[in-house]
């Protein structure tokens, strides 16, 4: 079984950056694929990137493709968000997620979380 866990979160000012990280362990977690998704209060979650055991690449919007940057360090078995020029509307808690599968489609395993507040 793999465990996720989410770090850096936290509040910033518009136009910041914030870098999330996220702590893998389990067995061959490296295999695997992972995502970051986000949930606002009040809303649905959203995908916001997926990055593959390769280091292939896709965001949510193209809002997130120009200011987040999803990258991994499977050696320290660690996926990372980095997040430029945040704004109000990208407060929301973030997850990150382990897809077996690579696919995107289907995430097998969740981390707690951890809230990002953007203040305006």
């Known amino acids: 079984q793999v465990q996720l866990l989410e770090s850096g979160g936290g509040t910033v000012n518009t136009g910041d950056s914030l870098r999330l990280s996220c702590a893998a362990s389990?067995?061959?977690?490296?295999?695997?694929?992972m995502g970051w998704f986000r949930q606002a209060p009040g809303k649905e979650r959203e995908f916001v990137a997926h990055?593959?055991?390769?280091?292939?690449?896709?965001y949510g919007t193209d809002s997130m493709r120009g200011r987040f940057t999803i990258s991994r360090d499977n050696a320290k078995n660690t996926i990372y968000l980095q997040m430029s020029s945040l704004k109000p509307e990208d407060t929301a808690v973030y997850s990150c997620?382990?897809?077996?599968w690579g696919d995107g489609l289907m995430y097998d395993y969740w981390g707690q979380g951890t809230q990002v507040t953007v203040s305006s």
């Open positions: 997620a382990a897809d077996r």
């Open positions: 389990g067995p061959s977690w490296g295999d695997y694929a």
């Open positions: 990055i593959t055991y390769s280091g292939a690449t896709t």
